[in-house]
């Protein structure tokens, strides 16, 4: 598998930083990782290792947080970026398969 | 299931002169009617002759701060009233707002009021604008943008009034809510059916079309058009099925991200996993219904539509959302799509 991040991640988390009102910059990074730099914080996004039960590690400073799915990565990264996001824990039930 | 439409409109937008007239018109019987005052002295009920004990007025509040409970209690007795039979057999529900309410709170408590499950449904927001004094109106209160930007339908008020066609301020209430059906009354004179119908609205084919085939869908589908207040309309549309686990977290990352700016959400979605019956989703703010299924697609198009109106969304971020949770699920399937269904991280 490609360690590179894909191409859909890095497309959100351009248009995700001017949907929050954040200024700053969301580059590919030389190991094929994601670089974002906004406000202070500057977080280096990898792919998370094979047979670990997630999809992402955030590197931010010399803390790194593992997070599952690309709901998880926004609030990591919001959180990390934005002052003014307050997370709150929406969960929606699961959609019923059948009606 | 009892239809409950919330009646709002900012100060002396002729909501009271409106329900006045509609009492006394057959097509509005076998309506509970629940009005909200805001301040000690209530007068807006003393302004409506009726001597129907389904009517209810609710003081010393305003509905979208301070008693949202009692409003849910006031429609469990009703319910139980009217199950007694000491309260007429009613069909309908009527909740006016006071002039000042936010509807977004008073829609999240009657779409999560446990005991109103399968009992009521809520059809939908009519909202009341002064045809004279609305443009200077949604100049200076935001609270009148909001109203009429989670509108299911608009009425001009006081038509009788103006001199000339009210044409720009027709234009302005459909470019913030290009999804609203817009009528218009002279002496509060309108049919009752044609703004608080007895069908749940999101059975009603037609009314679902009117959401999904607005301006939204054409010019906006290919940018988000901004208004007041930075409100915008926001069309997406996807050729093919979604699965339900990625609308779940589409909707689970809406709410989390856009909270109170996401006024309205509305959609008919092609599901996966059952294809022939689409799924209605309806949301206010960060709360959902419970999707409803139609028995059949109202038409050949079975693409997914969903409308979002709301605050400072860009379609951009919203488009790049969907794509990438879709292609994410699509990546996961199997097993571990259960555990980003959960959001956990």
């Known amino acids: 598998m490609s360690t590179a991040i894909p191409h859909y991640v890095v497309v959100l988390l351009q248009e995700s930083l001017p949907a929050w009102g954040v200024t700053g910059v969301v580059s590919r990074s030389a190991d094929g990782g994601l670089e974002v730099r906004a406000a202070a914080a500057h977080l280096h996004i990898t792919r998370a290792p094979a047979g670990l039960p997630f999809r992402w590690l955030v590197g931010d400073g010399g803390r790194s947080r593992a997070v599952s799915g690309v709901p998880g990565l926004l609030r990591t990264v919001r959180a990390s970026i934005d002052a003014s996001y307050r997370p709150i824990a929406v969960r929606i039930a699961a959609l019923p398969l059948a009606p | ?68 409970d009692d409003l849910v209690l006031t429609l469990e007795d009703l319910l139980r009233r009217r199950a007694a039979g000491m309260a007429p057999p009613f069909e309908r529900v009527v909740i006016e707002t ?8 008073i829609l999240h408590a009657l779409m999560l009021g446990p005991s109103f499950v399968g009992q009521f449904v809520v059809a939908g927001v009519v909202t009341t604008v002064d045809a004279v004094n609305g443009w200077r ?101 996807r050729e093919r099925p979604m699965h339900a686990v990625g609308l779940t977290l589409l909707l689970e ?18 599901i996966a996993e059952c294809p022939q019956r689409p799924a209605v989703i309806h949301g206010v703010q960060h709360v959902f219904h419970p999707p409803a299924w139609l028995d059949r697609w109202p038409s050949q198009d079975r693409r997914s539509r969903l409308v ?3 605050r400072n969304l860009r379609q951009a971020w919203i488009e790049a959302l969907l794509t990438a949770l879709e292609t994410e699920v699509s990546e996961l399937d199997g097993g571990a799509t259960k555990l980003a269904a959960t959001g956990e991280d």
């Open chain 2, 137 to 237: 109106t949604l100049d200076h209160h935001p609270e009148a943008i909001k109203q009429v930007a989670v509108a299911d339908r608009l009425l001009l008020t006081k038509t009788d009034l103006l001199e000339m066609p009210a044409s720009g301020l027709t234009a302005r209430l459909a470019a913030l809510n290009p999804a609203a059906r817009l009528l218009s009354a002279s002496f509060g004179d309108v049919e009752a059916n044609r703004l608080f119908d007895l069908a749940c609205e999101a059975k009603a084919p037609a009314e679902l079309a009117r959401w999904l085939t607005v301006r939204a869908l054409g010019e906006a589908a290919q940018h988000g058009h901004v208004h007041d207040a930075e409100i915008a309309s926001i069309a997406i549309v």
């Open chain 2, 98 to 105: 006071s002039g000042l309410a936010d509807p977004a709170p």
């Open chain 2, 1 to 68: 299931m009892i239809p409950i439409w919330v009646l709002t409109g900012f100060l002396g937008s002729g909501k009271t002169t409106l329900l006045g007239r509609l009492l006394k018109s057959p097509g509005f019987s076998r309506t509970a009617v629940i009005i909200n005052e805001f301040g000690e002295i209530g007068l807006d009920h003393d302004l409506i002759e009726t001597s129907d004990e389904s009517f209810v007025a609710l003081q010393t509040g305003c509905l979208c701060c301070a008693v949202r």
């Open chain 2, 253 to 270: 990352v809406l709410a989390e991200h856009c909270g109170g700016d996401l006024l309205r959400l509305k959609g008919l979605v092609n």
């Open chain 2, 308 to 310: 979002l109106i709301g």
